[in-house]
């Protein structure tokens, strides 16, 4: 990996908008942040507050600068181009567009499956302990009291 494809992977990442949903994302989770909420609105120190905003606009720097160098390591320069010339054309926008919509629609499915999964998860366990259960029940009474195991 050279400087020209880190350079092209940082354009690509431009080109997807990588860096505002990674802002985004961050802030999400700053904002959930019970430290961040009580520096801004209990403790009111707003000097921690900015500290702690900091960190998570570090993380936008820190994560686009990782993802950049893994995109550089995994794609060649004739691959970045075509990437970002993709990105750049009326349908790769349209994908850069329609792609948080789609990242909630997959992200209710897989909400959806795993609920679901933990449900048949738990009766095939319950159903499993039964069947233990019944065994041990079967070996109890057909082992005689006086031979009984310990």
């Known amino acids: 990996m050279g400087l020209k494809e ?7 990442m431009i080109e997807m908008g990588m860096y505002s949903r990674f802002d ?3 802030q999400i ?8 909420a009580a520096a801004k609105n209990i403790l009111a120190m707003p000097e921690l507050a900015e500290a702690i905003d900091l960190v998570f606009l ?25 990437l970002i010339k993709f990105y750049k054309s009326d349908i790769g926008k349209k ?7 789609i990242e909630e629609k997959v992200m209710g499915a ?10 048949e ?3 095939i366990v319950l159903a499993c ?11 109890s009474s057909a082992i005689p009291v006086s031979t009984e195991l310990h």
């Open 6 to 12: 880190t350079r092209l992977a940082s354009q690509l």
């Open 24 to 26: 985004r994302a961050l």
């Open 29 to 36: 989770m700053k904002n959930d942040s019970p430290i961040f």
């Open 58 to 82: 570090n993380g936008v720097l820190v994560l686009t600068e990782a993802l950049s160098i893994i995109y550089a390591d995994t794609f060649s320069k004739k691959d970045l181009k075509k």
């Open 95 to 101: 994908f850069i567009d329609c792609s948080p919509h």
């Open 110 to 119: 897989s909400a959806k499956w795993m609920t679901e999964a933990h449900a």
């Open 121 to 123: 998860i738990t009766t």
């Open 129 to 139: 302990t039964s069947k233990v259960q019944d065994t041990k029940d079967k070996m």
